[in-house]
């Protein structure tokens, strides 16, 4: 069964549901771009892991530091003091979460040349110290030779262009391609996509003289459900997963629901 939506879930952005999503997309994609792409180029999935803390709490145990017992008397009459080992501090130890940050890059056949870098973005690269990583990961590939596609399916938190900042752009989604031009100002062509689109198809730039192929992501996020049985996973009856809708998308979200 496919999604409800025209394009981009916005169920799927839900915690539970992100992580196996922005998996399998990456997977897609690079199986669709592999699909089209000439022999002198492969795409490959990139996968960069980061641990973070989900939480430490400290279990209180209410045990005096040092006890004072009264032992039999000795025959002298005095009175013995024993000490006991202080109380250890009781900490519930959880593990790291393992969070997998994926990309696709389109590299030369044979001379595995980078030349194209697809960044998928995720909650972890739109927030904190995250999302100046990103930036200066971002600031590295627009110096560098190699084509930037960016993927951005998520509504919430900060988008980490300034270019679709200053002035903000007010849309669900953002989808933008700047190419690599030799002694030119890199120029991004922006596709601002709304929750009631479908997502377009974009270009995916390669080497001179060689032309863009397409990359058809509306194709690649229903193959993505329908693989992953989503319909089945998600419940439709429950509010949309934060953050809030834009007034017009709930509007719309209302008439068909």
Known sequence: MPSPFPGMDPYLEAREHWPSFHHLLADEIMAQLNRTLSERYYASVEVRTL????????????VPDIGVLEAEPHTT?????????????????????????RSVHVYTTGT????????????????????????????????????????????????????????????????????????????????????????????????EPDPDITLDLSSAVSVVYERAAYARRIDYTQPVPP???????????ATIQ
């Open 51 to 62: 641990l973070e803390e989900v939480t430490v709490s400290t279990v209180h145990t209410v």
């Open 77 to 101: 009459g005095t009175t013995a003091v024993t000490t006991q080992p202080a109380a250890p501090i009781q900490r519930l130890a959880m593990p790291l979460e393992q969070i997998r940050l």
């Open 243 to 253: 953050p809030k809708l834009r007034p017009d998308m709930a509007a719309w979200l």
């Open 112 to 207: 595995h040349t980078l030349v194209t870098s697809i960044e998928m973005l995720s909650p972890v690269n739109k927030g904190g110290e995250g999302l100046e990583a990103y930036r200066l990961k971002r600031d590295r590939i627009l110096r560098s030779p190699v084509h930037l596609i960016e993927i951005d399916l998520l509504r919430g938190q900060q988008r980490p262009g300034w270019e679709v900042n200053e002035p903000p752009i007010d849309t669900d989604y953002i989808l933008l391609v700047n190419r690599a031009r030799l002694g030119q100002d890199r120029i991004s062509d922006i596709w601002p996509v709304a929750l009631n689109q479908p997502l377009p198809q974009i270009p995916v730039p390669l080497l």
